[in-house]
């Protein structure tokens, strides 16, 4: 039934201009952004992650967020920023069990984008000893690795 009023009432069907779409927008670009529809592009991709300077396949201004996507000791995280903060602090928390279970670990990196490039400022793992003797130590470290990273526009 339903077939046979949408063939009354549409002979032929056809494609609507962007314009008379509905979406207020005479763009693709445009009617995205009033939807809110947003489109990704993957920039840099390495399964096994780098902790060096990372050449993106664009620039990360063309973008309106980024999405950094990490691993440090087999735990996967990512986080999102908007592309007019130009850096991004990539951090993990964690109670080790067999180190010292009494101390909290978080290990953080801190990477800079620079047009189509993306460079570690530094990295660190801090060690907060949670025992009577609270303590906060800080150490070089290398185990946050960038695995992919996704560029995300309208």
Wanted: charged letters at 15%; proline letters at 3%; glycine letters at 6%.
């Amino acid at each position: 039934m339903a077939d046979a009023i949408f063939t009354r009432c549409i002979t032929a069907p056809s494609v609507l201009p962007i314009g008379k779409g509905g979406t207020s927008g005479s763009s693709v670009k445009s009617a995205r952004t009033n939807l809110g529809v947003m489109t990704e592009t993957l920039l840099y991709s390495n399964s096994s992650g780098t902790i060096s300077t990372i050449t993106l396949s664009d620039s990360y201004k063309n973008y309106t967020y980024i999405e950094v996507f990490f691993n440090d000791n087999g735990v996967n995280n990512s986080v999102k920023l908007h592309t007019s903060k130009g850096q991004v602090q990539l951090t993990n928390d964690y109670v080790s069990s067999t180190t010292n279970p009494s101390s909290l670990y978080t290990h953080t990196a801190l990477l800079t984008f620079t047009d189509k490039t993306a460079t570690f400022i530094r990295q660190a793992v801090f060690t907060v000893t949670t025992s009577d003797n609270a303590s906060i130590d800080r150490t070089p470290s290398n185990s946050v690795r960038v695995t992919r990273i996704v560029g995300i526009s309208y």
